[in-house]
């Protein structure tokens, strides 16, 4: 005894459609760019940019750090200075004021530190 099937056949799985996924990546790329973007200003003071320069270790207590701050000409802008020790930690420390009136500074600092250092550098800009 023998069945033949009529006109039914087995079901078609589901065609999923190219424009959902093109969606999804644009959608996914644009999160990534943002995120990107973000991530890069972190921690940033927008307008405010510090520069280390050079440092040089002198000698077991001392460190010559050369620097840069670039602001707008009308803010005052307060900045550290610090000389660390292989594990960052913060050996010494100086506050120093960029002045309304200039677009920034160039200078020279001497950071006297309680033990050798193994770097220095300019950080932590605000504006007054």
Request: hydrophobic fraction near 40%.
């Amino acid at each position: 005894m023998t069945t033949s099937v009529s006109g039914a056949e087995a079901p078609a799985e589901p065609k999923r459609g190219r424009l959902g996924l093109v969606v999804i990546g644009v959608v996914t790329a644009v999160a990534a760019g943002g995120f990107g973007i973000l991530a890069g200003h972190a921690g940033q003071t927008p307008g405010i940019v510090p520069q280390t320069i050079t440092y040089e270790v002198v000698g077991d207590t001392t460190v010559k750090i050369d620097y840069s701050v670039a602001k707008s000409k009308g803010d005052e802008v307060r900045c550290k200075i610090d000389a660390y020790d292989e594990n960052f930690a913060v050996l010494a420390e100086k506050e120093i004021v960029v002045p309304a009136g200039t677009s920034g500074v160039t200078r020279a600092d001497t950071l006297q530190t309680p033990r050798r250092a193994t770097g220095a550098r300019v950080k932590d800009c605000r504006k007054v």
